[in-house]
Nanobody, 124 residues
Framework: VQLQASGGGLVQAGGSLRLSCAAS????????MGWFRQAPGKEREFVAA????????YYADSVKGRFTISRDNAKNTVYLQMNSLKPEDTAVYYC??????????????????WGQGTQVTVSS
């Protein structure tokens, strides 16, 4: 499956952005989807994940209550709504797809396919 992330940009602290990740090539609903981010000089870290039909969602503690992951299987797209953004949210955001069942979906190793990343910059 090919993944194309979009929607990043520059926003002031307290603002909002919505990231999108469009999938193509395979049956989208067969994939557990996740968002990760990587700040300069840091490891890529888990942000959020959503199950095949959207019934279950998972969040990193650092974004819980501010970010919302959702998916539209008819549009082959997963979204990340980011509210109350903070400067520490600045990073390149990547979407990822897991093609088989895993013990958990919060690690990079759980995902088989990755998008190219979209830059999110939050100014103070």
């Amino acid at each position: 499956v090919q993944l194309q992330a979009s929607g990043g940009g520059l926003v002031q602290a307290g603002g909002s952005l919505r990231l999108s990740c469009a999938a193509s090539g395979r049956t989208f609903s067969n994939y557990f989807m996740g968002w990760f981010r990587q700040a300069p000089g840091k490891e890529r870290e888990f942000v959020a994940a959503i199950s095949w039909n959207g019934g279950s969602t998972y969040y990193a503690d650092s974004v819980k209550g501010r970010f919302t992951i959702s998916r539209d299987n008819a549009k082959n797209t997963v979204y990340l709504q980011m509210n109350s953004l903070k400067p520490e949210d600045t990073a390149v955001y990547y979407c990822a797809a897991a093609g088989s069942r895993r013990p958990n979906y919060t690690t990079r190793e759980s995902y088989d396919y990755w998008g190219q990343g979209t830059q999110v910059t939050v100014s103070s």
